[in-house]
């Protein structure tokens, strides 16, 4: 039954977008499960990591998964990037089937696929310089003209705002500031002229005033490039000037899907209504009341709760219902997806 | 000082802590003054760098050896503890009337200790509690911060982030302090996590009227807890103010940017960004340390700005002159 549902989903998504943009990365039905062996021989269960995640993205749209530590976004994002292997679904890119490729050809996908880490300094290799750093890429890529390497170099880094290009050439990530560290990031994701950019956390570690500036910079090649970003984070307030569609994630699954608008005007999940309720704003009213927080902690992937995972955190868990059957993907309103038996009754 | 009328807690003036580097001196904190009533809570907000660990640090005097000048004022309850030496000061200041929740507290602590033993240990130390009797504190502090009482008898790595945090924060007022100094305490954690730690410190500081300094750079957050804001900037507090009028009208230049670029959830503000980068340590600017990324400064910037006082508000402006 849930497979029925996902299918009529992921085909009705498809073709809404289809009409109007091309689709270039289709994920159905992915898990990502890590196997826990006892002293490194007997089985004793997995990790869950990734547990059903399907949707789809299309050509030049940004998408925004939120979810905390350890609810599966590294490892949703590290398949996607072509780090891990699914253990079961399909991860399916401009018509080609991730799984099935191999050798050059999944090189070749890698290379359409740019990669933003979170944080810069511990991305950045402290022996190289800048152009040390921005060159390796196009070598193992096969650029063998110097000066077109150059010249690519030079683009990009303007591109990234760092100029002039020729006082950065020759630093040493330790002579950046984070901001400037950050950029060198991006510009070594951007150099190969990418498909598509997974940005994990991309500001988290950067200081309040140079974080805006950097998700400005994303947005604007973004558009430049109509590239596919993926934008990792936790932090829903910066969500929406970046993302066209909030995929919310909870312990292995994504539990809410919509558009950027729509979800933080009317949130639809238990969980979600939770992070936008607990994420403030600055505001001295703060101070003179307490956050309704839910209570515990996200489960343990090992061995996540029976029906919803969330229903053991829930003040609206209906017993008898949420803690028994895992809830499959409602659509109370036209594009906006939550699996939560509550929106049982309101889809059509 | 007299301490009863003013109900006042702390009073720093002129604090300076400088630090000796192969290339220069550091001037990390350079001539910071605020002070902090009973049952207060006060918000320092800065950037990286821009000395705020530092200034915790020279508050409860834990130094490292490269220090190369540290003066100033630090009165508590009345007394200047700066002019206690060393053993003087850890048997009558820190973790007795001054206590901290360090930086990434959470992976502070001690790794083979069980987490009751580690809580207990400063009531042992400075209250001379048997370890029974220590241990009973304990619990009670379990109870405040909202940790399970049978995590007494755990190690750190069987917690989670939030609970380590909160075991720390329980360390901090095991000896009931007056006055908590707590870095960055929730920038390691998750979102909903985050919102609990403040809910705990909210319920803290009424339940046990306990003052708050809070050093962060996460305006956002800090706004759940802070009466009165600080903000600093290359070793200076350039305004502090009260939350209440701080948060809707920040006086000075580098404080309404700061404010403007956080991006919020319930405004559709486009958040702006500061260009530039804060001044090296080593070599200050003269003059007002903010003039080179100003967007308001004139030709009064080349010479350093007094504080000047707007009602209960002080910002060090040359343009509320």
């Not at chain 1, 991305?123 to 096969?142: D, R, Y």
């Not at chain 1, 003209?145 to 330790?174: A, G, N, Q, W, Y």
């Not at chain 1, 901001?179 to 309040?208: C, T």
Request: net charge negative; glycine share 6%.
């Amino acid at each position: 039954m849930i497979h029925t549902t996902e299918l009529k989903e992921a085909m009705r998504m498809s073709t809404k977008i289809q009409a109007q943009r091309e689709v270039l990365l289709s994920i159905r039905d992915l898990h990502v499960w890590y196997e826990l062996r006892r002293f490194g021989f007997s089985h004793i269960g997995y990790v869950k990591a990734v547990d059903g995640v399907s949707f789809e993205m299309a050509q030049g749209e940004t998408v925004a998964v939120v979810g905390e530590s350890g609810c599966g976004k590294s490892s949703l994002m590290k398949t996607i990037l072509g780090i891990n292997i699914p253990t079961r679904g399909e991860l399916i890119f401009e018509g080609k089937n991730l799984s099935k490729l191999a050798g050059s050809d999944l090189r070749d996908y890698r290379f359409d696929i740019g990669y933003v880490q979170q944080d810069p300094y511990g991305a950045l290799p402290p022996f190289m310089s800048v152009q040390q750093i921005l060159e390796e890429p196009l070598l193992v890529s096969g650029v063998k003209d110097k000066e077109k390497r150059m010249e690519r170099i030079h683009k990009t880094m303007t591109e990234v705002k760092l100029h002039p290009v020729e006082d950065f050439l020759h630093k040493f990530p330790h002579m950046l500031s984070g901001g400037q560290q950050q950029r060198v990031v991006i510009a070594r994701a951007m150099i190969l002229e990418p498909k598509m950019i997974v940005a994990d956390e991309p500001v988290s570690m950067l200081d309040a005033s140079v974080r805006v500036e950097i998700l400005k910079l994303l947005r604007s090649l973004q558009e430049q490039h109509r590239l596919s970003v993926i934008y990792i984070t936790h932090d829903l307030s910066t969500v929406k000037y970046f993302s066209e569609r909030i995929f919310v994630m909870y312990a292995g699954n994504l539990v809410e899907k919509a558009e950027t608008r729509r979800l933080l005007t009317n949130p639809l999940h238990p969980y979600t209504l939770a992070l936008l309720a607990a994420t403030s704003d600055p505001d001295a009213g703060n101070a003179d009341d307490f956050k309704e927080v839910p209570p515990g902690e996200p489960p343990s992937l090992v061995n996540p709760p029976k029906g919803c995972r969330f229903h053991p955190r829930c003040a609206k868990a209906i017993a008898g219902l949420c803690d028994e059957k895992e809830p499959v993907d409602f659509e109370p309103e036209p594009g906006h997806f939550v699996a939560c038996w509550l929106y049982q009754k309101e889809s059509p | 000082m007299s301490l009863v009328a003013t109900q006042e807690l702390l009073k720093i003036e002129n604090l300076v802590l400088h630090f000796k580097t192969t290339k220069g001196v550091v001037q990390a904190v350079d001539g910071v003054d605020f002070e902090l009533g009973t049952n207060r809570a006060v918000v320092i907000l800065g950037e990286s760098g821009c000395g705020k660990t530092s200034l915790s640090k020279a508050l409860l005097r834990l130094l490292p050896r490269n220090v190369d000048k540290y003066s100033g004022k630090v009165l508590l309850q009345g007394t200047d503890v700066m002019e206690l030496d060393e053993e003087e000061y850890r048997q009558n200041v820190r973790w007795v009337s001054m206590s901290l929740v360090p930086q990434a507290a959470m992976n502070s602590l001690n790794p083979v200790l069980k987490v009751g033993e580690q809580v207990a240990e400063p009531a042992i130390l400075h209250l001379g509690l048997s370890k029974d009797e220590a241990l009973g504190l304990v619990y009670k502090m379990f109870q405040h911060v909202g940790v399970p009482l049978d995590f007494v008898e755990r190690y750190p790595f069987e917690l989670s982030g939030g609970m380590r945090q909160r075991v720390a924060l329980a360390m901090a007022l095991v000896t009931s302090p007056s006055l908590i100094v707590l870095d960055e305490p929730t920038s390691a954690l998750d979102l909903l996590t985050q919102a609990n730690i403040m809910n705990v410190l909210k319920r803290i500081k009424h339940e046990l009227g306990t003052s708050f300094i809070l050093i962060t750079h996460d305006i956002a957050t800090s706004s759940e807890l802070a009466d009165e804001v600080a903000i600093m900037y290359a070793g200076q507090i350039v305004e502090t103010g009260d939350a209440k009028d701080f948060f809707p009208a920040p006086l000075h230049p580098y404080a309404q940017m700061l404010m403007a670029s956080v991006p919020r959830l319930r405004s559709d503000a486009d958040p702006i960004f500061i260009n530039g980068q804060p001044p090296s340590l080593m070599n200050p600017p003269t003059g007002c340390r903010f003039a080179a990324r100003c967007p308001f400064r004139f030709e009064k910037c080349s010479e350093e700005p007094p504080v000047f006082r707007k009602g209960n508000r002080k910002v060090k402006c040359w343009l509320h002159n």
